[in-house]
């Protein structure tokens, strides 16, 4: 499914609302600009994200971020672990 810009869902949301809520409307509108690849199940899924959480923009997943294990990160914590054998991980992080 193609990502659409704000302007392109608001141009859905305000034609849904002129049509009196007809998907098949919209679609059949927008067609001609957007393409085939622009379906009835996209023109829901605006719709219910705008209702629920009243934004047109998708939302976006935070990426966790990988650990990198160089050699001088594993020898700063051998040192660490050396110098004071007691302290705790989160201190010594």
Same mark, same amino acid.
């Given at each position: 499914?193609?990502?659409?810009?704000?302007?392109?869902?608001?141009?859905? #949301?305000?034609?849904?609302?002129?049509?009196?809520?007809?998907?098949?409307?919209?679609?059949?509108?927008?067609?001609?600009?957007?393409?085939?690849?622009?379906?009835?199940?996209?023109?829901?899924?605006?719709?219910?994200?705008?209702?629920?959480?009243?934004?047109?923009?998708?939302?976006?997943?935070? #990426?966790?971020?990988?650990?990198?294990?160089?050699?001088?990160?594993?020898?700063? #914590?051998?040192?660490?672990?050396?110098?004071?054998?007691?302290?705790?991980?989160?201190?010594?992080?």
């Amino acid at each position: 499914m193609d990502k659409l810009t704000p302007e392109q869902c608001l141009q859905i #949301v305000e034609n849904f609302y002129q049509n009196n809520g007809s998907v098949r409307q919209i679609y059949r509108a927008f067609r001609p600009f957007y393409g085939v690849h622009n379906h009835k199940r996209l023109i829901r899924i605006i719709m219910e994200r705008y209702r629920t959480t009243f934004t047109l923009n998708d939302n976006v997943h935070p #990426v966790r971020c990988r650990i990198v294990h160089t050699e001088e990160a594993v020898a700063a #914590v051998q040192e660490s672990i050396e110098e004071d054998t007691n302290q705790s991980i989160g201190r010594r992080s």
